[in-house]
């Protein structure tokens, strides 16, 4: 069983920054793929990024190619998501996923979500 809390999130103007942070529970966090989804009102939730288990491959949304960093650090079995130059567009309630071994970019194939935190960009 692995949980996963996220933070970070928060209001901020076009053109900033936001630094996400996702911490998990469970011995074998290493063995986990990671990968940030976002949702907005009305919008299907949709892929941003993901990261495989020692963070050698990442993967990334053509909308946030470029804007957004994600990383890992398995000794405190931690995810986090840098985001800059932040768009309106990018407004929408952020979730951390675990995926046992194999990174994949489809919501339904990942195990365990976190809650989720709200990113709102202003214009």
């Known amino acids: 069983q692995v949980q996963l809390v996220e933070s970070g999130g928060g209001l901020v103007e076009a053109g900033g920054s936001l630094r996400l942070s996702c911490a998990t529970s469970?011995?074998?966090?290493?063995?986990?793929?990671m990968g940030w989804f976002r949702q907005a009102p009305g919008k299907e939730r949709e892929f941003v990024t993901a990261?495989?288990?020692?963070?050698?491959?990442?993967y990334y949304a053509d909308s946030v190619k470029g804007r957004f960093t994600i990383s890992r650090d398995n000794a405190q079995n931690t995810v986090a998501l840098q985001m800059n130059s932040l768009k309106p567009e990018d407004t929408a309630v952020y979730y951390c996923?675990?995926?046992?071994?194999?990174?994949?970019?489809?919501?339904?194939?990942?195990?365990?979500w976190g809650q989720g935190t709200q990113v709102t960009v202003s214009s």
């Open positions: 996923a675990a995926r046992w071994l194999v990174v994949t970019t489809t919501p339904s194939e990942y195990e365990y």
């Open positions: 469970g011995r074998t966090f290493s063995s986990y793929a």
């Open positions: 990261i495989n288990w020692n963070g050698g491959k990442t």
